[in-house]
Nanobody, 123 residues
Framework: QVKLVESGGGSVQAGGSLRLSCATS???????LAWFRQAPGKEREKLAT???????RYAESLKGRFTVSKDSAKKTVHLQMNSLKPEDAGMYYC??????????????????WGQGTQVTVSS
């Protein structure tokens, strides 16, 4: 199983930015790394994925505010979050699967998860 450790969460005012990171131990040739978030009382929400070849997918609701990237040499995936809103608050999780993701990338398709990093956005 892949080990995933998220970092970079914290408190920010609305309109601000945060950059989340997820250090992984993944060593598969083909893989998909994803970001999800979960607010209290709500279902886990998909945000973005990036495949081993760099192909990216985003939830339509993000409207270009978030950007996923990866550093293959460091086996790290990032999520740059801009123009944050109070409704972006929640626990942010990194997840991994092999091989690459399909078009729908539901949470139960991922076998490895990090412990999460908390994001708070004040209005």
């Amino acid at each position: 199983q892949v080990k995933l450790v998220e970092s970079g969460g914290g408190s920010v005012q609305a309109g601000g930015s945060l950059r989340l990171s997820c250090a992984t131990s993944i060593d598969a040739f083909e893989y998909c790394l994803a970001w999800f978030r979960q607010a209290p009382g709500k279902e886990r929400e998909k945000l973005a994925t990036i495949d081993s070849d760099g192909f990216k997918r985003y939830a339509e609701s993000l409207k270009g505010r978030f950007t996923v990237s990866k550093d293959s040499a460091k086996k790290t995936v990032h999520l740059q979050m801009n123009s944050l809103k109070p409704e972006d608050a929640g626990m942010y999780y990194c997840a991994a699967r092999s091989p690459r993701c399909g078009p729908f990338w539901y949470p139960d398709e991922f076998g490895s998860w990090g412990q999460g990093t908390q994001v708070t956005v004040s209005s």
